[in-house]
């Protein structure tokens, strides 16, 4: 128990790293994925395209040789410098944005088209239909699967260690090198990861009721 007092305090520094990081790249990510699902829709086959590629790319391959890419490939010319924790933001950002994507094509394209004709008969454009019909009832119903990914976003930052930043689970790997208590620490280290996730399901849950089930 003296090991989990002693700890704490830096587990719970290295845990207000992992929220920042996470809240920033989320909202980040969302906007990605806004994007590249519109483009996914795009009638214009480039912006498709471009889209396309742009999201295979991401989802083709593991998060661990994106966040290499990103710190060490990108900070190896010259015009890029990045800190880790830049990266880190960076990387979770554009790996949610690219599921977001999908979640929130999937969103747009499961609305009923005679929606979209409806708005048209009452004078409204593309941008208006999108913005006051169709992205609040998508939202609705993309909510559950965007909250699950949230919490996979969430338990990506973990990796986030091996470049350096000082987040929860880096925090865990100094204490337990520092006091050679590798069981007890790694195991408040979950305990916390459970307890915040845990929390945010919570919270996906209630904002599901609130929003999708009403």
Known sequence: MDTWINALPYLLE????????FFIAIIIGF???????????????????????FVDAIRGTPFIVQLF???????????????NTTAGIVTVAINAGAYFSE???????????????????LGLNSTQ??????????FRRMLPTFTNQAIISLKDTSLLSV?????????????ASATFQAF???LLLGIIYFIVIYLLSMLASFVERKFVLR
């Open 31 to 53: 906007l990605i994925g806004l994007l590249m699902a519109l483009l996914r829709l795009s009638p214009f086959k480039i912006l498709n395209w471009i889209a396309k590629i």
């Open 14 to 21: 290295g845990l207000q790293i992992t929220l920042y990081i």
């Open 129 to 138: 239909n999108m913005r006051h019909i169709i992205l609040p009832q998508a």
């Open 69 to 83: 890419f990103i710190y060490f490939g990108l900070n190896s010319l010259d015009f890029i410098s990045m800190d």
């Open 184 to 186: 007890e620490i790694y």
């Open 163 to 175: 470049i350096g930043v000082a987040d929860l689970t880096q925090e865990g790997r100094i204490q």
């Open 103 to 121: 979640i929130i094509r999937a969103g747009i394209q499961s609305i009923d088209k005679g929606q979209t004709e409806a708005a048209r008969s």
